[in-house]
């Protein structure tokens, strides 16, 4: 098959995804692959609703725009109605259905379009259209290996990549050997991104309604945030990494409704992808972050992705959008990084198969550590550019818990633990992980019950249940506590239907993880408002409702039959492997 490959590049607030979008709604099968589950959500259930109009369709009907879609998206010149709508209708309905590192979601067995995370995008499948999202991420250390796979693998005869400039070179050379036809669509930014010629001179009290306040380390997310209230008397949203996308997107929508009350946001770079924000004007507390060693100055395109969030396109009564700094000293730099042109990214990253580390694990010495194995990649394969093998990120952090806590563990299983979603830095983090793997190794069956037994996890989350129906409002410390807890639950609950729905078989209890997940995003919701001194339910639970109509009809699927017979087979062997050295044990003893 010679594929056409259409990439769609340009700034923050270009709109470069758009017309992407309405030619997957107009294909007969297809795909949407996205960097997070947050959007992949998103396009699904925006299709099935009937929210893109298709391609080949001109939209019909008064209509409000939607101006809540996460991906960069607008209303093309010229066209009088929207053809991403607010309202949905049936005549623009395509069935879709979704997946990512977690779940399976099937609206109907005979749906032809799949929305999904780029890590679980098909390869198999002759596709007519298939969307690529944030292609610059090709390069990137930890997951670019899943867009070099997508680019190479995925067979459409269509296939859309929309991201950043700097990703062109790249995929330029990775084309010359394909065959494939390249197309590139460049756009501008829609709305002006103007550099305020002051800073705020550290003075919170000129912060104002439609601000975001970008820091980034959770500590000081809430510090500011208690500084911005009390200075300013403007209730503020919060945005973080280590809050679950979930409620990511319900602080978004908070600060988007202008009669929730919440006019200011202070966040982290979780606002440079996947969350629709009504910003005007972006105000940078500091432009270095902690990187788990040391604060290093963010990049010129970190600063650029995060700033061209102000003033996106549609969301502001005039056009345009404004940046600055909280202290003067730190605007000289901003002004330089938003001038400097992007940097063309020189390689795209690989992964090697497993059947390959399979047959390098063969000759390495049996108590070789971990480490040698991963590196060998780098040093060995025969990689021509423009690709380069990929080295894990945190490779010390990972190497260490490997080959102390899974030694003993299968190929198979330490590789799986090397891609699973943790924190290999933290110790909360690394406890779950431990308690894992020991009761992995030592039952097969993984208990949830056990997992979560190894912090105050449960108890917590009973006890801030009792709080919301009690109507008791503790001290703001013991709420702060209480939603370290919860996030660390969250992510719990997450990384084990992570590994359920790759081992079905020993992470058995997927419905309960799913039930305890939504009792803990509730839990959550309800202490960021407490924490903001907002009782009052009424604005909460308007967003609530506003996301809970309409809710999709869907069935969760395990792996495909083939896939789960072999986990059973290699379960069982593995049962059998266990009992057998328990009787040799015994009989020993």
């Known amino acids: 098959m010679r594929r056409k490959i259409i990439m769609h590049v340009g700034p923050t607030n270009s709109g470069k995804t758009h017309m992407a979008l309405r030619a997957l709604a107009a294909a007969k099968s297809g795909l ?18 009937g929210q893109i109009v298709p391609l080949d369709m001109f939209p019909e009907g008064d209509a409000e725009p939607d101006t809540t879609i996460n991906t960069d998206t607008v209303e093309e010149t010229g066209t009088k109605k929207p053809t991403l709508r607010k309202q949905g209708s049936s005549k623009y309905v395509r069935q879709c259905n979704l997946r990512t590192g977690e779940e399976f979601r099937v609206v109907s067995d005979s749906a032809s379009l799949l929305s999904c995370t780029v890590e679980m995008a098909a390869l198999d499948t002759q596709l007519d259209v298939a969307v690529v999202d944030e292609i610059q991420m090709i390069a990137d250390p930890a997951r670019g290996s899943a867009w070099t796979m997508a680019v190479l693998g995925i067979a459409a005869r269509e296939l859309h990549l929309c991201g950043e400039e700097a990703a062109v070179p790249v995929v330029e050379e990775i084309l010359k050997h394909t065959g494939d036809e390249l197309v590139v669509n460049r756009y501008e930014r829609l709305t002006p991104l103007v550099v305020q010629n002051e800073s705020l001179y550290g003075d919170l009290s000129h912060v104002q309604k439609g601000d975001c306040v970008v820091t980034f380390s959770r500590n000081n997310i809430f510090a500011l945030k208690k500084r911005v209230e009390e200075s300013t008397g403007l209730l503020c949203a919060v945005a973080y990494g280590k809050l679950p996308p979930e409620i990511r997107s319900e602080q978004a929508a908070l600060f988007n409704d202008p009669h929730s009350g919440y006019d200011v946001i202070v966040a982290s770079d979780a606002i440079g992808m996947g969350l629709n924000l009504k910003i005007k004007r972006v105000v940078f507390e500091v432009l270095t972050k902690f990187d788990g060693y040391v604060e290093r100055p963010l990049s010129v395109s970190q600063i650029k992705q995060i700033a061209g969030r102000a003033g996106r396109y549609g969301l ?21 990084a938003l001038s400097t042109p992007p940097e063309a990214l020189t390689y795209a990253v690989i992964d090697p198969s497993e059947s390959w580390m399979e047959d390098v694990a063969q000759i390495l010495h049996p108590e070789s550590s971990i480490q040698a194995l991963f590196e060998v990649p780098s040093y060995v394969s025969k990689v021509r550019p423009p690709f380069r093998a990929a080295l894990p990120s945190k490779l010390e952090d990972m190497v260490k818990f490997i080959d102390t806590r899974a030694r003993d563990m299968l ?40 997992v979560l037994a190894v912090a105050p996890l449960m108890s917590t989350l009973e006890c801030v249940e009792k709080w919301m129906s009690g109507g008791v409002v503790p001290a703001p410390e013991k709420l702060k506590k209480a939603l370290r807890v919860l996030e660390d639950m969250h992510k719990t609950l997450v990384l084990y239907l992570w590994l359920g729905f790759r081992n079905y078989m020993a992470f058995h209890q997927a419905e309960e993880a799913h039930t305890l997940k939504e009792r803990v995003e509730k839990a959550l919701d309800w202490c960021l408002r407490q924490v903001s001194g907002q009782h009052d339910e009424e604005a909460f639970e308007k ?16 792996r495909a039959k083939e896939a789960k017979d072999a986990e059973v087979k290699k379960g069982v062997v593995f049962a059998e492997v266990v009992a057998a050295a328990r009787r040799a044990s015994s009989r020993n003893g």
């Open 543 to 558: 967003v609530k409702q506003g996301r809970a109509a309409d809710e999709l009809e869907y069935y969760q699927k395990r």
């Open 32 to 49: 949407y692959a996205g960097p997070l589950r947050l959007l992949a959500h998103e396009i699904w259930e925006r299709l099935n609703k």
């Open 411 to 450: 190929l198979a299983d330490k590789l799986m633990l090397k891609n699973c979603p943790t924190s290999w830095r933290e110790p909360s983090a690394l406890d779950i992980l431990a308690q894992i793997t020991h009761l992995y190794k030592r039952e097969v069956q993984v208990d949830l019950d056990a």
């Open 316 to 336: 502001h009564g005039e056009p345009g959008g404004f940046v600055t700094t909280l202290y003067p000293e730190d605007l000289p730099r901003l002004k330089s």
